[in-house]
Antibody
Framework: EVQLVESGGGVVQPGGSLRLSCAASGFTFTSYFMHWVRHVPGKGLVWVSHISTDGRIATYADSVKGRFTVSRDNAKNMLYLQMDSLRAEDTAIYYC??????????WGQGSMVTVSS | DIVMTQSPLFLPVTPGEPASISCRSSQSLLQSNGYNYLAWYLQKPGQSPQLLIYLDSNRASGVPDRFSGSGSGTDFTLKISRVEAEDVGVYYCMHTRQTPYTFGQGTKVEIK
């Protein structure tokens, strides 16, 4: 079964850091770009970042550029999102998602991140 | 950035009746390979988003054939031929033409 399982969410103070992890299984992880998307409950979906198959190319939304870093460990089938200098507006459910080269075809269950003092 | 605009934002539907959602992009989503990089997703209550349609008209694996996508360039439509109760949720269009990828605002579909 193709599956993505996020972990690492929680409550953090403004200015703090958090690292999300996404464990992939059931497909050839090394063959696909991977993405992070966030959802503020009651609001819409926002694309955050993606990373190439070999991890050399990473792209970010302007709202997180310079603060978030996406990475992957292909030996462990793991995707990561390092989030630094967190702000209240980063509060959201964060989803990892697999690309099928055209769209995001498999999504994880999501990990809640709350930035609050 | 490409801006995606959906309409309507709220759509009350009657089971068994058809439904339609529009999505417009501020720039053409047509790539040089002839494909429009436009996808549709459904986020059911309490669930993660799921892919319905990719490349404007290709149904994802396991998606019922009552869902169809059409359009090209900047104007796209998602149609449900006969709405079922399980189709409620928020529908999003999203482009992957160029980064940053962006979503429409979402269309909330509810049963009348």
């Amino acid at each position: 079964e193709v599956q993505l399982v996020e972990s690492g969410g929680g409550v953090v103070q403004p200015g703090g850091s958090l690292r999300l992890s996404c464990a992939a299984s059931g497909f050839t992880f090394t063959s696909y770009f991977m993405h992070w998307v966030r959802h503020v409950p009651g609001k819409g979906l926002v694309w955050v970042s993606h990373i190439s198959t070999d991890g050399r190319i990473a792209t970010y939304a302007d709202s997180v550029k310079g603060r978030f870093t996406v990475s992957r460990d292909n030996a462990k089938n793991m995707l990561y999102l390092q989030m630094d200098s967190l702000r209240a507006e980063d509060t959201a459910i964060y989803y990892c998602a697999k690309s099928n080269n055209y769209a995001l075809d498999i999504w994880g269950q999501g990990s809640m991140v709350t930035v609050s003092s | 950035d490409i801006v995606m605009t959906q309409s309507p934002l709220f759509l009350p539907v009657t089971p068994g009746e058809p439904a339609s959602i529009s999505c417009r992009s501020s720039q053409s989503l047509l790539q040089s390979n002839g494909y429009n990089y436009l996808a549709w997703y459904l986020q059911k209550p309490g669930q993660s988003p799921q892919l319905l349609i990719y490349l404007d008209s290709n149904r994802a694996s396991g998606v019922p054939d009552r869902f169809s996508g059409s359009g090209s360039g900047t104007d796209f439509t998602l149609k449900i031929s006969r709405v079922e109760a399980e189709d409620v949720g928020v529908y999003y269009c999203m482009h992957t033409r160029q980064t940053p990828y962006t979503f429409g605002q979402g269309t909330k579909v509810e049963i009348k």
